[in-house]
């Protein structure tokens, strides 16, 4: 089944302790995506990678690193995290190519104390 | 700068009726404008979208989508909603400069009635 898959679901953690979210896709995607979701605000993106090794900054990526040193998975990585980051966070991938439809996955609802 | 609105935080119809969920949009250059649809602990799932031609679109769940280029609109529409639409739907159109990227209206919440 095609889908894009996001670790974990859930996580309550405190400030400045260093976390990963996992985002794989068995689609064989060029595009990939991390945006965060808050009320009143839609979905923002933090980074993107448009292949293997080639990522850059979104509308909000302070705070924020990536990797994607394979095709498929593109982890979040939150060094410090702060209760500012607190949000619902989505991976998405896609084709490259206007008009391609990105593909999401469930979620991870972050909680930073 | 290219964006969307989505003017209405929340649309309630009674089932059976018609639907609207109403979205402007702000770009440079032709539009290429989607529909995704989130249903509660779910990703998006993508409806539909418009690229050229036909102005309305027809997409997944019986929803369709009609766009408007002299109001710079593209209403969501479904002639009979089922109280299983009720969900939240993000219109996004894309980055004219980084044509990859989508940029995402607030999002309406669809509540249908029984």
Known sequence: ?113 | AQSVAQPEDQVNVAEGNPLTVKCTYSVSGNPYLFWYVQYPNRGLQFLLKYITGDNLVKGSYGFEAEFNKSQTSFHLKKPSALVSDSALYFCAVRDYQNTDKLIFGTGTRLQVFP
């Open chain 1, 1 to 113: 089944e095609a889908q894009v898959t996001q670790n974990p679901r859930y996580l309550i953690t405190v400030t400045g302790k260093k976390l990963t979210v996992t985002c794989s896709q068995n689609m064989n995607h060029e595009y990939m995506s991390w945006y965060r979701q808050d009320p009143g605000l839609g979905l923002r993106q933090i980074y993107y990678s448009m292949n293997v090794e080639v990522t850059d900054k979104g509308d909000v990526p302070e705070g924020y690193k990536v990797s994607r040193k394979e095709k498929r998975n593109f982890p979040l990585i939150l060094e410090s995290p702060s209760p500012n980051q607190t949000s619902l966070y989505f991976c998405a991938s896609s084709f490259r190519g206007s008009g391609q439809p990105q593909h999401f996955g469930d979620g991870t609802r972050l909680s930073i104390l």
